[in-house]
């Protein structure tokens, strides 16, 4: 065979394998470029800040845990003063694939979702106007927001953009998935791929596609049969007004669905086992024999992928200018306002 023949094959190869990857519903995640690594390290500080919130003790990670999957691994979170949250938080990792943020879609990216529960009286309890000053407060703070964005000037905007930049980050490349859909026979057991082809042949597959394996589309839960639940949240029609969009929820990706239970908006199933059973039944109308639910469950294993690798960021410390934190009753000091001159 000649080196020239040798190459021919290869490349044909390399074309047939890009081919196969393109005809399937479900796309490799790539390992992220970070092109503003300044932007990224503020804030990835401002995610780990606690003093965001009114407590001074909630951050974004605490409901986004990044050492258990991007989730707190509770059905619904605590909130401020010991609140119980209304849904269950869904994963931060590849949310940047997401049509929307939140279960509802009511935010529209990663930017819009991160000013949401600094104000939300049941999370993070605090105001923009009060997350700002704080921030502003700290020297340290105020000279990474002029090396970013030119000055000094702490807002919710560059505070949010700075956030949803680390956010995006946070992506899971590298699964025994995607180094078998880039040809490695042998990344996943035979039962992950009989699995797959039964998330394929059931119909899984029309509302978990794409890279995410999810997260492109809203789906009423309860499809065929009726979601029983006592949580409140009824979907999209909070946001639309539609009756039509009653129980209707953004489609949630399966990234890591082994590390990120419980399940559903409403945080009521603890094992994938009874959560394939369950979509099964009220979403295609089907019931999983035990072999299916093994083989399905083994695929879903398949989609973890390496973890993002976190360096613990130092934040700065407190001054007399930082408000106080209120973790337990109101504290007048805590709203006292920062030195105009802090804010010039």
């Known amino acids: ?24 519903p479900i796309e490799v995640i790539k390992a992220v470029k970070v092109t503003e690594p300044e932007k990224v390290e503020l804030g990835k500080m401002l995610f780990f800040e606690p003093r965001l919130s009114k407590s001074g003790y909630i951050s974004c990670n605490s409901c986004h845990n990044l050492a258990t999957g991007g989730v707190d691994a509770l059905p619904t979170s605590v909130g401020h003063n010991w609140q119980q949250g209304p849904i269950n938080s869904p994963t931060v990792l590849n949310a940047n694939y997401m049509l929307a943020q939140f279960w509802d879609g009511r935010a529209s990216d990663l930017q819009a979702q991160a000013a949401g529960p600094i104000e939300n009286p049941k999370e993070m309890g605090y105001s923009h106007a009060l997350a700002t000053q704080t921030i502003a407060s700290m020297p340290a ?37 995607d180094q078998y859909l880039l040809g490695k026979q042998d990344a996943i057991s035979v039962d ?23 997260g492109t589309m809203y789906m009423k839960m ?48 603890w094992t994938l086992e009874e959560a394939v059973n369950t979509m099964a039944d009220i979403q295609l109308g089907q019931k999983l024999s035990d072999k299916e639910n093994l083989e399905m469950v083994a695929f879903l294993v398949s989609l973890t992928g390496d973890q993002p690798q976190i360096t613990l960021p130092i934040l700065p410390p407190s001054n007399k200018n930082t408000p106080r934190p209120v973790p337990f009753s109101h504290d007048p000091m805590s709203t006292k306002p920062v030195s105009s001159e802090l804010l010039k």
């Open 1 to 24: 065979m000649t080196k020239l023949t040798s190459i021919a094959i290869f490349i044909a190869g390399i074309f047939a394998s890009a081919h196969a990857i393109s005809a399937e």
């Open 222 to 269: 309860g499809l065929i049969k009726p979601f029983h639940t006592n949580n409140p949240a009824e979907g999209r029609i909070a946001v639309t007004g539609k009756e039509a969009d009653k129980f209707v929820f953004k489609v949630p990706t399966l990234r890591n669905i082994e590390l990120t239970y419980p399940y559903f908006h409403d945080g009521s199933v």
């Open 192 to 214: 992950a791929k009989a699995g797959y082809q039964l998330f394929k042949s059931k119909g899984c597959v029309s509302c978990h596609n794409g890279p995410a394996v999810g």
């Open 141 to 177: 703070y105020r000279a990474h927001f002029a090396k970013v964005y030119g000055d000094e000037n702490v807002t919710i905007d560059r505070l949010t953009d700075a956030i949803s930049t680390f956010e995006k980050t946070l992506v899971t490349p590298n699964s025994p998935f």
